[in-house]
């Protein structure tokens, strides 16, 4: 099995379990983590809007809680033309990924696209230490 379809079947998995009561929009992430683990997370929606947290914030928490610390793929999943991770997302991936890590984009069937953080955020930002 390929990178792409291990995570592809995580990813599939994971969005399975997504709680969405408000927009019935199921969205699952999978990452493989520098220690060549795969963990996964969906989106979970909450009554007060803004407090919903997105599939690749929740695979974001499990891989820490996991003990790793950085990203080498991540794919994304939904039922959807092409889902690609919202802004807030691109720059929580972007903490713990290089700007060439890839992100593929899938539906149900499959991959649609595949864009490297660098793409989908470019020129993200960095803090830089004061002096
Ligand atoms: N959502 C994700 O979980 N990931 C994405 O990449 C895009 C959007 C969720 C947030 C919300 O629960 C639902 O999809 C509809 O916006």
Redesign the pocket.
């Known amino acids: 099995m390929s990178v792409f379809d291990s995570l592809f079947a995580e990813a599939k998995t994971a969005r399975e379990t997504?709680y969405?009561p408000?927009?019935r929009?199921?969205?699952?992430?999978a990452i493989l983590t520098n220690n060549d683990s795969v963990v996964s997370?969906?989106?979970?929606?909450n009554a007060a809007y803004p407090e919903?947290?997105?599939?690749?914030?929740?695979a974001i928490a499990a891989m820490i809680r996991a003990g790793s610390s950085r990203i080498k793929e991540v794919v994304?999943i939904?039922d959807a033309a092409l889902?690609?991770?919202?802004g807030g997302?691109r720059q929580k991936l972007k903490e713990f990924a290089d700007n060439d890590v890839k992100v593929h984009v899938a539906n149900l069937e499959g991959l649609r696209r595949t864009f490297t953080v660098g793409e989908l955020l470019p020129a993200g930002f960095e803090l830089e230490e004061q002096n």
């Open positions: 997504a969405v408000y927009s929009f199921k969205v699952g992430a997370g969906c989106n979970v929606e919903g947290t997105c599939a690749e914030a929740g994304v939904a889902c690609t991770p919202c997302c």
